[in-house]
């Protein structure tokens, strides 16, 4: 059983920036998908960021195009969520999402694997 581990979330002010990290144990590379969820308490998780294997796009949601970059970094073996000019709103547990079946990492309910969460909290 893969385990997905996050790392890098804390407290910021607005127009700060946070790196999220996540990380898989025992490594693998044969994912399907990756990507970033996020939610707040009471709401649904939503997507914010992913990347597929095959193809070199990268997708995000509209509320972050600009501000966040996700990545892969082949050298620690990391997802990478970069995370800049940080506003209020994207205040949220960051969650960390992998897919080795072929199913789109664009919502919840496809994501086979989870990591733990990490809590994200911009200050205005």
């Known amino acids: 059983q893969v385990q997905l581990a996050e790392s890098g979330g804390g407290s910021v002010q607005a127009g700060g920036s946070l790196r999220l990290s996540c990380a898989a144990s025992?490594?693998?590379?044969?994912?399907?998908?990756m990507g970033w969820f996020r939610q707040l308490p009471g709401k649904e998780r939503e997507a914010v960021a992913r990347l597929y294997s095959a193809i070199p796009d990268k997708f995000y949601a509209d509320s972050v195009k600009g501000r966040f970059t996700i990545s892969q970094d082949n050298a620690s073996k990391t997802m990478i969520l970069q995370m800049n000019s940080l506003k209020p709103e994207d205040t949220a547990m960051y969650y960390c999402?992998?897919?080795?079946?072929?199913?789109?990492?664009?919502?919840?309910?496809?994501?086979?694997?989870w990591g733990q969460g990490t809590q994200v909290t911009v200050s205005s």
């Open positions: 999402a992998a897919n080795r079946q072929r199913r789109l990492c664009d919502t919840s309910s496809n994501i086979d694997y």
């Open positions: 025992p490594y693998t590379s044969d994912w399907y998908c």
